[in-house]
């Protein structure tokens, strides 16, 4: 059964940081691996996606990596900004139904 | 840019109560899905539909639950007798394929108090 970890739980940076937000998940045998911004109380906003043959996606200030072998993603946020605080989620999709870690609650102090 | 809508975005009902929570997908899309999220818990899968019929379900999705595409572009999800444990945000999403290249666009919820 596939189980999706995310570390750490909670993150706290000052404002213009580089940070990395990690996921895990414990069966390879994925179709692709998406990231979400959850704002409290609001939807599940998608900031990328990653298909299982691909390493990497950017958009804007945000890298994904993907190791599929590890069972490992990686979100990296350049210089971040107070308005990217918010729970960032990372889900795979396996057997065309997504599965979810518990999201990482990040903070970015001014 | 087009965007899944849900209606109600908050609904109140009592405990034994049928409620129906509606979505409008994504007009070229052809996959639509059923989240939920209980407050301080992951994002947990109900249902995906296809094709006017259920391709997966989890076990969460027991005879209580169904779904329906009763015209061209609304998906609802019916709730047949709510529990005090159905209280959760339900995401609807939909995607224009499955699998690999398949992004999930998801709703802005629907919080469900079950009193």
């Known amino acids: 059964k596939q189980e999706v970890t995310q570390i750490p739980a909670a993150l706290s940076v000052p404002e213009g940081e580089n940070l990395v937000l990690n996921c895990s998940f414990t069966d390879s045998a994925i179709y692709n691996l998406q990231w979400f911004r959850q704002d409290p109380g609001k939807g599940l906003t998608s900031l990328l996606l990653?298909?299982?043959s691909q390493r990497e996606q950017t958009s804007g200030r945000l890298n994904a990596s993907l190791d599929k072998s590890s069972g490992r993603s990686t979100l990296y946020i350049a210089a971040s900004q107070p308005g990217d605080s918010a729970t960032y989620l990372c889900?795979?999709?396996?057997?065309?139904?997504?599965?979810w870690g518990a999201g990482t609650k990040l903070i970015i102090k001014p | 840019e087009p965007e899944v809508t849900q209606t109600p975005s908050h609904q109140v009902t009592q405990m034994g109560q049928e409620v129906i929570l509606r979505c409008v997908p994504i007009?070229?899309?052809?996959?639509f899905y059923w989240y939920r999220q209980i407050l301080g818990q992951k994002v947990e899968f109900l249902v995906s539909f296809y094709n006017n019929e259920i391709s997966e379900k989890s076990e969460i999705f027991d005879d209580q639950f169904s779904v329906e595409r009763p015209d061209g572009s609304n998906f609802t999800l019916k709730i047949r007798s709510t529990k005090l444990e159905d209280s959760a945000m339900y995401f609807c999403?939909?995607?224009?394929?499955?699998?690999?290249?398949?992004?999930?666009?998801f709703g802005q919820g629907t919080r469900l108090t079950v009193v």
């Open positions: 889900a795979v999709d396996s057997n065309y139904q997504l599965i």
């Open positions: 007009s070229n899309h052809l996959y």
């Open positions: 999403a939909s995607s224009e394929d499955a699998g690999m290249n398949t992004e999930a666009f």
């Open positions: 990653i298909q299982s």
